[in-house]
């Protein structure tokens, strides 16, 4: 990563061997891991290279929400939400910059799937925003006109 492990280093008289490391490199694309040495001879005798390869986990699932009046001339909307997402839910909703400009909790109803979203207090200027939901592990994804 560009970075000096050792500075100053003798390992001792001809002969002599000592393990130095380990030491953590990141590559983050194919490319190279490059060893070398400055001031005087160096001996490399044996290198040492572990591989460590993760997987991100899943993100889990999109669930498909309902949002209307889209746009809203008066910044209320009303929300259809699967039974998955669950009687309570977080929002975030972030403008075209990627600003957050609210967020807060939505309840359901008893034996509704709807709920009602009022922007109204906020004075948002019209333009596409982005209604993120989270509720019961579950996300979705709503693009919000207004």
């Not at 001792?12 to 694309?29: D, I, M």
């Not at 390869?53 to 999109?62: E, G, K, R």
């Amino acid at each position: 990563n560009g970075q000096t492990v050792r500075a100053n280093y003798n390992s001792g008289p001809a002969g002599t061997w000592a393990r130095l490391g380990p030491f953590a490199a990141t590559l983050t694309a194919p490319g190279a891991l490059v060893v070398g040495a400055t001031g005087g001879a160096a001996n490399f005798s044996g290198i040492e290279v572990w591989r460590l390869t993760t997987t991100p986990a899943p993100a889990p699932a999109l669930t498909a929400v309902a949002l209307y009046p889209n746009p809203s001339p008066t910044a209320r909307y009303v929300l259809q939400v699967p039974a998955e997402l669950g009687p309570q839910l977080t929002y975030s909703l972030v403008s075209a910059m990627g600003r957050v400009v609210a967020q807060g909790e939505l309840r359901l109803e008893p034996g509704s799937q709807r709920t009602s979203l009022d922007l109204a207090g906020l004075g948002l200027p019209p333009g596409m925003y982005q209604l993120r939901l989270s509720g019961n592990r579950q996300q979705a994804l709503v693009k919000l006109m207004r």
